[in-house]
């Protein structure tokens, strides 16, 4: 993990020339690190699982990485982390995470113009919650105190302070994630830097496990999975599944009057159950989207970082043409669409209703569960 450090270390002095997250723009490209994915259907294979998180911020592919996940929020003691097999050592006498590496790491991305959050939750069989306000105002505490601008004895990062939160809420109860959002948002403000508070629903409209709360705390990125379900991007054209418009008006209705919304895809063609799509194909459907909706496409959101790893070169190739087709501020859209795009009228609402499914893929060293 050394030689990462310092390979982005050196590299550091280029952070200009690497791409930075600015919340103006529709250039945005997101991914999540820490659950190897990849590695967990390719055991046999250890060279080619997930990097070090260092790693994924040598250059521009990325703008945000959501750190994923805190698995169990164990509102009576400390909270519980699972990042495979980058870190399994923990504070003694507890169950949390004591990651100086990955701590390390942090630092170095935030160096090269990376924002890195903290994303609670997960699929699979993880086990987490917030029934009460009164549960998300004290987890919103314990939050800030050990991952971002707090103190606390315990922080599984040391003294790296993450951008943010991510919610990718998949079960569990779910009534204080707004009481959460707005408890953090009372340290924002006093803080010295700029925090993102994001979310990630399934892209069934609405969302089961979020949609209180993506229409009733500020959201400031809507990573929406268009995949695993029959709501994923490959169809864009048929109106019984495909609804963009809601999430749209949804994200145009947040208390945060700069919300955005980004395209969620798998980053390979084993990263989920459905959504994947050659690169021509994507482009045409991203340009369509955001020809249609301006005003609110903040980019895109890859799952995951390890399957970027094992298909750099469609990864790459994608990022770089969001970069160079999507604008910043109040521009009007002048995206250079594929040939084969079809129509750009907006996608007619859908009316279908499935049971979501898992986000990743089981990790190659499970802790925590």
């Known amino acids: 993990m050394l030689s990462y450090r310092l390979l982005v270390a050196g590299a550091g002095m280029l952070a200009t020339a690497l791409a930075a997250y600015d919340s103006s723009c529709s250039t945005n490209v997101v991914t999540y690190w820490g659950q190897n994915s990849w590695g967990g259907g390719h055991l046999d294979q250890p060279d ?92 919103a505490d314990t939050i800030w105190n050990m991952f971002l601008g707090g103190s606390h004895q315990y922080r599984p990062y040391d003294d790296a302070v993450l951008d943010g939160v991510d919610l990718d809420i998949e079960s569990g109860e779910h009534t204080g994630y707004v009481a959460f959002i707005n408890q953090l948002r009372t340290y924002f403000q006093g803080a010295s ?28 990125n809507n990573y929406v999975q268009f995949y695993n379900n029959p709501c994923n991007l490959a169809n864009i054209d048929n109106q019984w599944n495909f609804d963009y418009t809601s999430w749209d008006k949804l994200t145009k209705a947040n208390p945060n009057p700069n919300s955005k919304m980004y395209v969620g895809l798998p980053a390979g063609s084993g990263a989920a159950g459905n959504g994947y799509l050659d690169l021509t194909t994507v482009q045409a459907d991203l340009a369509k989207l955001y020809s249609g909706y301006p005003s609110t496409f903040g980019g895109i959101m890859l799952w995951d970082a390890s399957w970027y790893s094992n298909n750099q070169d469609y990864v790459k190739n994608l990022s770089s043409w969001v970069k160079s087709n999507m604008k910043c501020g109040s521009s009007s859209p002048t995206t250079s669409v594929p040939a084969t795009t079809s129509s750009t009228s907006d996608p007619a609402p859908a009316y279908t209703t499935i049971a979501t499914l898992p986000t990743s893929s089981p990790p190659v060293t499970p802790t925590g569960y």
């Open 193 to 220: 830097k700029q925090y993102i508070v994001s979310a990630a629903p399934q892209c069934v409209f609405p969302d089961s496990n979020l949609g209180t709360t993506l229409s009733g705390a500020w959201i400031d």
């Open 48 to 139: 080619k699982w997930e990097k070090p998180l260092a790693a994924y911020c040598e250059d521009s592919t990325f703008d945000v990485i959501n750190i994923s996940f805190l698995t169990n929020f164990n509102l009576t003691g400390l909270p519980v982390l699972n990042h495979a097999f980058h870190c399994e050592t923990v504070y003694n006498g507890t169950n949390t995470l004591h990651c100086p590496d990955i701590g390390a790491d942090i630092k170095t991305c935030q160096a090269n113009g990376k924002k890195i959050v903290l994303s609670l939750g997960g699929g699979n069989i993880f086990t987490y919650g917030l029934g009460s306000s009164a549960d998300g105002q004290k987890f």
